[in-house]
């Protein structure tokens, strides 16, 4: 079982800039593949953006040029840097672990609100 610490949520203006922190157990988290995830109320939950073992980045189309995914494998900590934040961008945030294409875990998330 993976434990994980999430952090970074809060309620910015339109604009403004978060950075959340996803900081998950094990001492192979460098083989983890990493992602990020949001569910917006009553909406489906949707991949914003993940990071490979080897580092490869992956975003959707609505955060490409103002979200960036990154990891620090000696902290076992991913990051998602949020600029530029919209109304729409409001949702809960979820760290995702996958373990050779086969095993998922998911962190607790974390809310994040965007709103003048």
């Known amino acids: 079982q993976i434990q994980f610490v999430e952090s970074g949520g809060g309620l910015v203006q339109p604009g403004e800039s978060l950075r959340l922190s996803c900081v998950a157990s094990g001492k192979i988290f460098q083989l983890y593949d990493m992602s990020w995830h949001r569910q917006a109320p009553g909406k489906q939950r949707e991949l914003v953006a993940s990071?490979?073992?080897?580092?490869?980045?992956n975003y959707t189309d609505d955060v490409k040029g103002r979200f960036t995914i990154s990891r620090d494998n000696a902290k076992n900590t991913v990051y998602l840097q949020m600029n530029d934040l919209k109304p729409e961008d409001t949702a809960v945030y979820y760290c995702l672990v996958t373990i050779g294409g086969v095993y998922e875990y998911w962190g607790q998330g974390t809310q994040v609100a965007v709103s003048s």
């Open positions: 990071i490979a073992s080897g580092g490869n980045t």
